[in-house]
């Protein structure tokens, strides 16, 4: 129950702590688009060390690929429906991002942290909150440019923090005997719609803010996510 607690904490802090940020601190648009851009480095290691190998092991390709290719479908359609609804996502697209994948990864993070071990939780909780805090933090920013008053914008966040710890709590209490299959269905859903919100939310974004500067962000991101899975074995 530490463990989980513990998880639940950073999940719900980095998004919270993001998001005060980017409404309340001082963010430059460079420093916003490297930071985005270092998260999402981070989350293509996440995409295949924690989502698509684990799934892969209980998946037949075809299965495995059908359902990556539902989540990014289901990703793409959801982020078109905000953007038409909007006149332009803004920073709706990075909620809506972390919240499609937030939702089934932590369905099966809190499953995968029954046992684990405190080296293991150290990288987790480190890799979570190296994705999750400068996300949230340009993701508010740009939702109060677009004209939301700031009680509405953190309240979403808030309410996205709440629900992904939700769901750690939910995997971690109920879905214990769900089985395996299911679960690296669900590991393969969330891999397909981060990796569509890498391409038409994060990077975009970062790009748009840092320019050649995103590449020596994504980069570092990535190094530093792998550095952290070595810690955790």
């Known amino acids: 129950m530490l463990t ?8 719900s802090a980095a998004l919270i702590l993001g998001a005060a940020w980017g409404l309340y601190g001082r963010l430059p648009d460079r420093t916003e688009g490297f930071l985005v851009a270092l998260a999402g480095g981070a989350l293509i290691v996440s995409v295949m060390s924690e989502l698509i190998q684990p799934a892969s092991a209980h998946l037949p390709l ?51 942290l029954i046992g684990t071990g405190a080296p293991e ?14 996300e949230a933090a340009g993701g508010a920013k740009r939702m109060a440019e677009s004209g939301m008053s700031r009680g509405r914008v953190m309240a979403l966040w808030v309410g996205t923090a709440a ?13 214990q005997d769900l089985g395996d299959a299911p679960l690296a269905a669900i590991r393969a859903i969330a891999a397909g719609a981060v990796t569509a919100s890498l391409a038409t939310e994060v ?25 952290l899975s070595q810690l955790g074995g």
């Open 62 to 112: 075809w299965g495995l690929s059908l359902a990556v290719a539902l989540g990014a479908v289901g990703f793409t359609l959801a982020d078109s429906a905000l953007e038409r609804a909007s006149d332009g996502s803004e920073g709706k697209g990075l909620l809506l991002a972390i919240t499609f994948d937030g939702v089934p990864e932590n369905l099966a993070l809190g499953v995968a």
């Open 163 to 175: 629900l992904l710890a939700l769901a750690a709590v939910v995997g971690n209490l109920m879905l």
């Open 4 to 11: 989980l607690t513990l998880v639940v904490v950073v999940v």
């Open 121 to 134: 939780v150290a990288a987790l909780a480190g890799s979570i909150l190296l994705s999750n805090l400068p």
């Open 203 to 227: 990077f975009p974004q970062a790009y748009k803010e840092d320019h050649k500067a995103t590449g020596i962000a994504v980069t570092l991101g990535l190094l530093i996510a792998f550095a």
